[in-house]
């Protein structure tokens, strides 16, 4: 006689299975797409929420931080969408896409130049485009990844931009999600670029939040993003991840290929979200290619910032470099896992990747594990880590000029985050990036003086 072991279910992956029973028959897609989904979230459910004990998981245990689900976002109705258009009518980018609560909302969208085919998910996988339907669901790519698979069974919509085989864009195409829902609700997105050979774009991700009641709710985001960059293109990617939620969750997958000869560079900016994991699973599939990652993360109270890269280098001669930046106060906490794996056949492979943090409290915490598989001997690969505190020197120095104190942290600050900002390329974008580095200083600052004249008056 032996006893069958029944893993417990958290509240949360209760609510998961229910919610999926109750939509799958009305989510998109032919018989083709249901049989994926069916097959994805059954493959989420034996493994359930990441945990500590899953190795790539270890430092941003899901299942306790996420004990409870929220139910699944519904479309925006007509008077969320008028409001929105008036706000885009005021202040919007030239070239945008919008997704409103993880739906396409191609009426705030705007037209694409030449050369470039914008649609929604929900209308690809409802008329089964099989070439784009198989990219979709290719699972060589964060295939093994509960989130991921959780994902694809519960998508709702998302945008498909395909570019064709020499297009050249230089004014930045704004992808634009924004949170509408008057109530707590999760999204599940999933979009794809294709750049075609020879061609080149900027795509660059925003978040917004669209009213103050939509500020004050703590939303359950799963976006997949997978990219495909083809021979000699070019795609520059950055996102600025920011909201106003302190119980909010944002999981956020890149899945991308890169060509021979390609370049694909990423940078992101995190702050003011409660627990964010953005997890990047790339693939070198041509010799001679480039891609970079950067990012600063800025976090406060107990705000919880992951950052998980596997880079495969499968072609030869190909170069990745990954660089991000923690500033981190209060009791927020810092994860960077990156993973160079280097095939047999990738000689020639350059790889390097660092994680620098600034902790400026005692209870901030930084979790750094760089990785290095290589099995080719042809190479040079390397990684690096540093945790610490601002230079005690360089705040006397700046105090000795007449800065307060207040002012001495922000102006190092800058510099340390900002380095990595000036790198995007686009004289458009580093503003903005700036700015909202700027706004998160200044808050610091403003925080700082409050509880300095509380202790005063007490």
Request: glycine residues 8%.
């Amino acid at each position: 006689m032996s006893a069958e072991i029944i893993p417990a279910r958290t509240p949360a992956e209760v609510f998961l299975a229910s919610a999926f029973e109750r939509s799958k028959a009305t989510l998109p897609g032919n018989a083709k797409v249901a049989k994926w989904r069916e097959d994805t979230f059954r493959r989420f459910y034996a493994a359930g929420l990441p945990h500590r004990r899953i190795e790539a998981w270890h430092y941003t245990d899901l299942r306790s931080l996420m004990r409870e689900a929220l139910p699944v976002a519904t479309p925006p109705d007509e008077t969320a969408i008028a409001a929105l258009r008036e706000t885009f009518a005021a202040d919007a980018p030239a070239l945008r896409l919008v997704l409103v609560d993880g739906f396409f909302a191609g009426g705030l969208s705007t037209p694409m130049p030449d050369g470039i085919r914008v649609a929604s998910l929900a209308s690809v996988l409802s008329e089964g485009r099989l070439e784009l339907i198989a990219l979709l669901a290719s699972q060589d790519l964060g295939g093994e990844d509960p989130i991921v698979a959780l994902n694809a069974a519960l998508m709702q919509d998302g945008i498909i931009i395909e570019v064709a085989d020499g297009t050249q864009v230089a004014e930045p195409i704004h992808l634009i999600h924004v949170t509408a829902s008057p109530t707590a609700a999760a999204h599940f997105s999933r979009s794809a670029v294709i750049v075609g050979a020879g061609a080149a774009i900027r795509l660059a991700e925003s978040c917004h939040s669209a009213s103050p009641v939509a500020k004050a709710c703590a939303s359950q985001v799963n976006a997949c993003l997978t990219v495909s960059v083809g021979d000699n293109a070019r795609l520059a990617h950055t996102a600025m991840v920011t909201g106003h939620s302190p119980h909010g969750v944002r999981l956020e997958t890149m899945l991308a290929r890169v060509g021979q000869r390609a370049k694909f560079d990423s940078f992101a900016l995190v702050s003011g979200i409660g627990l964010v994991r953005r997890q990047t699973f790339l693939r070198f599939e041509g010799a001679g290619a480039e891609a970079s990652f950067g990012g600063a993360s800025l976090l406060g109270g107990r705000e919880h910032a992951d950052t998980t890269l596997l880079v495969e280098h499968m072609a030869p001669a190909c170069r990745s470099r990954e660089t991000y930046k923690y500033i981190l106060d209060e009791e927020a906490t810092g994860i960077f896992q990156g993973k160079i794996h280097v095939a047999p056949k990738a000689q020639k492979t350059d790889g390097k990747m660092l994680s620098r943090a600034v902790l400026l409290s005692d209870m901030a915490a930084m979790n750094n594990k760089p990785e290095l598989e290589i099995f080719a001997d042809d190479v040079v690969c390397g990684h690096g880590a540093t945790c610490g505190g601002l230079d005690a020197d360089q705040l006397f120095y700046l105090q000795t000029r007449g800065l307060p104190l207040p002012e001495a942290e922000a102006l190092l600050l800058e510099a340390f985050a900002g380095e990595l900002i000036d790198g995007i390329g686009d004289d458009g974008l580093i503003h903005e990036f700036r700015g909202q580095l700027r706004i998160w200083l200044a808050a610091r600052r403003h925080a700082a003086k409050a509880a300095n004249d509380q202790m005063e008056r007490a």
